[in-house]
Each structure stands twice: as C-alpha cells, then as structure tokens.
C-alpha cells in the first residue's frame, strides 16, 4: 500500500508506473458483520450506536471483472445510506448483498459475510477490466454511487430505471470507506481539480441527488424564480439543494433547526430561513394525528417570507414528520419531490390538498450517469461548492457515523482513507484561490 501510496503522491508518476504497481493481497475497509445484525433488536432507532456495528478489518482484494476499475481510495465521505446499514434499518444490507450474489458467477463475489459500505470516493485508479476504454491506472478520479447491469430494456432511457439498478456501497459491497474499492467503469467521473482528495469526495451522492431531484427533467425540473422549500437546508442533501437553487435563480425557503444552521445558510447566499426548533411547529399531535393549523401556521410563516407567494417545489425527505406539512404548503399546481423517509416511511397527508389543487408527488433517487456527470461537473467549474464541516480518519468512522445519526454534523462529514492528511490531491490552485471562501464556509463549525 505504500508503494501506490508514494505513486499517487509523486507528480513523476506515469500512467504505465500505476499499472506496473503491484496489488496488495488485502485492504483496510470498513465493514459492518453478518453475524451481528441482530445486535440492536428491540432498540430505539436512535440508540442503536454505528460505533458498536462499524469494524475496520483487513480484507482480501476483490478480483476484477469485466468493465470494473480497482481504485485506490484516498478519501470518502459519509452518507446517511451507511448510517441505515449500521443500524440494520430498515433492512438488513446483507439480503441485498444476497440477491445480487444470485445473478451471475461474478456477482457472486459480493456475497460475503461482510459489508464493505461507502458509496463516495475520490482516488486513483489502479487496474480496469477487460472492455474498459475510457478509463486508465493514474486517472484521479471519483466515482458516482450508481451500479446497473444494463442487460434489460428498461433501464436504457433512464439507466435508474433498470431492474438491475443498485447503489454501490449499500446494495453492493466493496464500497468507498476503505483503501481500495471495486467499482463499475460507468461510475467513474474526472476528479475536480481544484479540491483536496476529501473535499472531492464530499459532494458525489448528494449533489447527485439532488441535481436530480430538484433540476432535472426526471425530478422537479425547478426554474427560474422558483419558490423551493428545502428541508434540512444546510445538511447533506439540503447544502447542495440550496446552491442549486441559488446558482439556478430560484428562491430557496431554507428549513433548519439551529441559529449556527440559518448562518450557514445565509452565509450560502440564502435569505428565507425558518428555524422549525425556534418556531416550535408540532406538525403531529400524538403518533396517530397530525394537527392541520401547524400546517397553516408553517405556510403562512413561508408566505411571509415570500411576499406572499406559496412554495412552487417541496424539497422533500424527513418524510413522515414533515410530508402533511409539505404537501398542504405546496402551491396549486407545485410539486413535492421526495426521495427518502428519514422519520419514517408511511406518510400520511391530506390527499384533498393534492387533487384539488392539481399538485404533484414525484418518487426520485439517486441519478443517472449522465446526471451524476452534469452534477460533478457543477462541481469541477465552481459553480457549486463541496460542504465539508469535519472530516475524520478511517479508524474514526464508526463516529463519523454516529455524528451524522444524530444530526450532531453541518453539510458533509469526510473520511480520509489513504491520504494521509487534509489538503492534498489541489491540483490546480489558481482556481482554488479563486472559489476558497466557498470551498471553506463549511469547515470546522
Ligand atoms: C443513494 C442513497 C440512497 C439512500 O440513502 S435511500 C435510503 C436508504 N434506503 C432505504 O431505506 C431502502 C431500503 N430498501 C428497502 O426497504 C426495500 O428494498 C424496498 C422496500 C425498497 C423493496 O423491498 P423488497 O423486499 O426488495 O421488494 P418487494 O417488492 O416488497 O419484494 C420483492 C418480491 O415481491 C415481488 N413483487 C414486486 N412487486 C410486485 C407486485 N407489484 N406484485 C406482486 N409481487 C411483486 C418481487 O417480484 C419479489 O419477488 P421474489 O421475492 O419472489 O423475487
Ligand atoms: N434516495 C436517494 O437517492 C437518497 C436518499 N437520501 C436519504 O435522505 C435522507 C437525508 O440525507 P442527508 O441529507 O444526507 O442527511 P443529513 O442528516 O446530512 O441531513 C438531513 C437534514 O434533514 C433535517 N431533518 C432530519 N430529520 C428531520 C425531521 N424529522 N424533520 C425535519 N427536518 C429533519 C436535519 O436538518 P435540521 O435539523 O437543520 O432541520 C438534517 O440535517 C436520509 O434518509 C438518506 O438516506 C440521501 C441521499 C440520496
């Protein structure tokens, strides 16, 4: 590992050094175990502790195949997604990792009694399959998190849409919080220039999602002088939600639950916030029923905002807590996009509030490649900024974890896997110079 350690740190080093290199035998990865899933029965979801479920273990590296690339991992970041799978919820990963192992003699391979998680990365490409063109050893990289097989129909409009559509990392192993990680060809994209290895490994999932979710034809398709309400506006999702807005010349009405939170957005260039832990909105009145004039209150707070106007898009993803909330303060004819149930997966709404004002609800996950790419590109032109806050050693995952659990963290939490410190990879500093204020609003709050 030091070997291809050195080679990526050498500004010598050769496409043909990097193939040259020889693998190692096994990797530091992290893992959660099958063997532990039941672990946390008959907890409360937020006392089931990442830090118990989470290992960093040593691992034999995976054999390569067809249209894949070993990458050497230099930093990831943490996502919500490994928070599920260390805490087992709602499902087990391992039956994931089961199903896939059904498919083929190759997939196979994934089947193990560990999960190796992590669905962003930044590093250096070590080795490609055969069939594998477009990519090379020595390419900085980082890769977006979708994996398909491509072999139905169906996924050849839309490639979320195929049958074989899985997020790596969560529903595949050999993820990205570890020192190698196997991914598809078709999820690697050229690593942003101007950013540290763990600031280009902070926005891939999230920026993706989001790009999808609220610009994309496929999610809500936002426009010009757009009101959009975001949920959690400075966290993962919601900081690139907000940017996007912003960049997009929308209006974004940015929900979040602290002070430190609202000048962070305001420090992002928004203006409409709403403190929902300073305003007290109690949307449920016990676990069965929620209360309507919280609702009303929530949106006549948002038209005060506004001048008046309603929420053209709802940025959605508490899910049950807030989803009445938000389809009652969407204006006639707006959307709510969603793409998870943090709170809870059975929401419940006023369907009234959607058919008689023509509203819409649009499902949305992750992005396609094309998207992930449009998304990373954003990234790579400055025109959209990572949201690091803290970023953490590979041993330190399990906290990492627990942090983004709970909701202790800002923005992105970071994971340095084989750098071996903050700061490197910068490979073109003019332009960093120019966007560092940004680059930094997130950092160390
Ligand atoms: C990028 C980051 C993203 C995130 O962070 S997202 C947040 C984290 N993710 C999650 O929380 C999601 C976790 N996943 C799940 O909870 C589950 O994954 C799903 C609920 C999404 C799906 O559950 P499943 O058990 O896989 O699907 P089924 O459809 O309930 O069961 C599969 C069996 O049901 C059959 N089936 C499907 N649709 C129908 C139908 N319409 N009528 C009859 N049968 C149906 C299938 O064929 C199959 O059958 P057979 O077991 O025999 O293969
Ligand atoms: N389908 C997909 O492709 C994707 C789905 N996800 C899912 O989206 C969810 C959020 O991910 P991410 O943004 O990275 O997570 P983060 O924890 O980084 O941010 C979520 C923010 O939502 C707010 N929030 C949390 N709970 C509530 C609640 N009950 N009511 C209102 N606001 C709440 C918090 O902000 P505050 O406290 O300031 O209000 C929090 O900071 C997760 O469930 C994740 O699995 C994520 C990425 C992709």
Known sequence: MKDILDAIQSPESTPADFAALPLPESYRAITVHKDETEMFAGLETRDKDPRKSIHLDEVPVPELGPGEALVAVMASSVNYNSVWTSIFEPLSTFGFL????????????????????????????????????????????????????LESSDGHNDTMLDPEQRIWGFETNFGGLAEIALVKSNQLMPKPKHLSWEEAAAPGLVNSTAYRQLVSRNGAGMKQGDNVLIWGASGGLGSYATQFALAGGANPICVVSSDQKADICRSMGAEAIIDRNAEGYKFWKDEQNQDPREWKRFGKRIRELTGGEDVDIVFEH??????????YVTRKG?????????????????????WMSLKRIIGSHFANYREAWEANRLIAKGKIHPTLSKVYSLEETGQAAYDVHRNLHQGKVGVLCLAPEEGLGVRDEEMRAKHIDAINRFRNI
């Not at 508490?318 to 938000?326: H, L, W």
């Not at 996009?337 to 009234?352: I, P």
């Open 318 to 327: 508490p899910g049950r807590e807030t989803f009445g909330a938000s389809v």
């Open 334 to 354: 707006g959307t709510i996009v969603t793409c998870a149930s943090t709170s809870g997966y059975n929401h419940e709404y006023d369907n009234r509030y959607l």
């Open 98 to 149: 089961e199903r896939y192992g059904r498919l083929s003699e190759l997939t196979k391979r994934h089947d193990l009694p560990y999960h190796i998680i992590g669905s962003d990365l930044a590093g250096v490409v070590l080795r490609t399959g055969p069939g594998v063109n477009a990519w090379n050893p020595g390419d900085e990289v980082v890769a977006h998190c979708l994996s398909v097989e």
